[in-house]
């Protein structure tokens, strides 16, 4: 058995594409936790954010972090929002590396343009200062996570190297 590898960081820093090729890489399965409450809940995270609200979606995630972090050999793709609740962390911190990525307000806005299932950024037109503003906001919980990769100028693949990298750095000796 081995630690999970949790990846958190904001909206459009890569943690599913990377994710999936950690994953890939070392053999491992791979949880998108949006993924899972769409699933189970039937609904598109913008769904239930717009029916149920945000604190509900947050208390879903709670509990699947809650259930991840019993489990190992995973690696998990967190929502952008996950270290708002420093309970999260703490729970995943116990059964595995929690790495943070990165990536500026600009490359992050090239990332997301084209989607319409980020329910903080929907509807808002000038999405650069919705990032900007958010960014500010979470800045301080992201760069709290001893295990930083910026991401800006890399390829999901190049990431994915410098994720197995650190994760191996911290397991290994
Ligand atoms: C959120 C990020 C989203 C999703 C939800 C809330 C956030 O995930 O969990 O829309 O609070 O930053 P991604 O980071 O995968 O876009």
Redesign the pocket.
């Known amino acids: 058995m081995a630690k999970n590898i949790i990846l958190v960081g ?3 820093t890569g ?2 594409a990377t994710g999936r090729m950690v994953a890939n890489q070392l053999n491992r399965e791979f949880v998108d936790m ?1 993924a899972v409450i769409e699933e189970r809940t039937g609904k598109k ?1 913008s769904a239930i ?1 717009a029916e149920e609200g945000e604190s509900h ?1 947050r208390a879903l995630e709670r509990e699947l972090v809650q259930e991840l972090s019993a489990r190992e050999d995973l690696v998990i793709g967190t ?3 996950v270290v708002l609740n420093p309970d999260n962390i703490r729970d995943f911190n116990k059964t595995g590396v929690v790495i943070c990525l990165h990536a500026d307000p600009d490359t992050i806005l090239e990332r997301v343009a084209k989607d319409t299932h ?3 950024l929907e509807g808002d037109d000038d999405k650069i200062k919705a990032i900007k503003e958010l960014l500010a906001k979470r800045e301080e919980l992201y760069r709290a996570i001893p295990l930083q990769i910026e991401t800006s100028h890399h390829t999901a693949a190049e990431t994915a190297q410098e994720v197995v990298a650190l994760y191996l750095g911290q397991t290994q000796f």
Do not use: A, V, Y
């Open positions: 904001f909206m459009g943690k599913s949006d995270i954010f979606f929502g952008g929002g980020r329910p903080l």
